[in-house]
């Protein structure tokens, strides 16, 4: 099965500064790559994906970027603010196999100081 | 729309006891799943239901039944609960097409003494 593995576990950066997350995963066929939100005892929330026909997606201050080759991709937040603070999970995914099950990286807890 | 519901949000069991968690989704989606949640692990998928009337295992499934009641409804059964099942059980939800993105309920957090 697929194998998501997820850096660094903690990232703590001033307000203002980037923050960075990468991941890889295992399975050459993982084609979608999910980047989840999860606020203290809230439920995880997508903020960004990409699919593998791309090599970079951003939004705002959100970007994540792939690398099909190297079997990588990251998450990248540019002026952070404190609201930023949160655990990140990546997750990967094969598109349209069947109920397209996603596997989760451990997660990265930021902490953004204001 | 109340998007993804869980019940309860907590519970407390014993060694032994059994339960079962609700999951309900009002989006009319197809696919719907079940994950527990444990610290440094992320979210390990339990089952999962491709589509009314399917359910599969998924990475972690031992000592866990599933229900897929109709389309909206998909629950979590634990028939003999112990201790290492103390954790936070999310449900998520999909539609099938072009979205690939998944829903998630509020979390039930979970206690075996």
């Known amino acids: 099965g697929e194998n998501v593995e997820q850096h660094p576990s903690t990232l703590s950066v001033q307000e203002g500064d980037s923050a960075v997350i990468k991941c890889t995963y295992s399975d050459s066929a993982s084609n979608y790559f999910p980047w989840y939100k999860q606020e203290l005892g809230k439920r995880p929330q997508l903020i960004i994906d990409i699919r593998s026909n791309v090599g970079e997606k951003k939004d705002q201050r959100i970007a994540v970027t792939l690398n099909k080759t190297a079997k990588h991709f990251s998450l990248h937040i540019t002026e952070t603010q404190p609201e930023d603070s949160a655990v990140y999970f990546c997750a990967a995914s094969r598109r349209g196999d069947g109920a397209n099950n996603l596997f989760f990286g451990t997660g990265t807890r930021l902490t953004v100081i204001p | 729309n109340a998007g993804v519901t869980q019940t309860p949000k907590f519970q407390v069991l014993k060694t032994g006891q059994s339960m079962t968690l609700q999951c309900a989704q009002d989006?009319?989606?197809?696919?719907m799943y079940w994950y527990r949640q444990d610290p440094g692990m992320g979210l390990r998928l339990i089952y999962y239901?491709?589509?009314?009337?399917?359910?599969d295992k998924g990475e972690v499934p031992n000592g866990y039944n599933v229900s897929r009641l109709n389309k909206r409804e998909f629950s979590l059964r634990l028939e003999s609960a112990a201790p290492s099942q103390t954790s936070v059980y999310f449900c998520?939800?999909?539609?099938?097409?072009?979205?690939?993105?998944?829903?998630f309920g509020p979390g039930t957090r979970l206690t075996v003494l």
């Open positions: 998520a939800s999909r539609t099938s097409g072009g979205s690939d993105t998944q829903y």
């Open positions: 989006m009319n989606h197809n696919s």
């Open positions: 239901s491709a589509s009314e009337g399917t359910t």
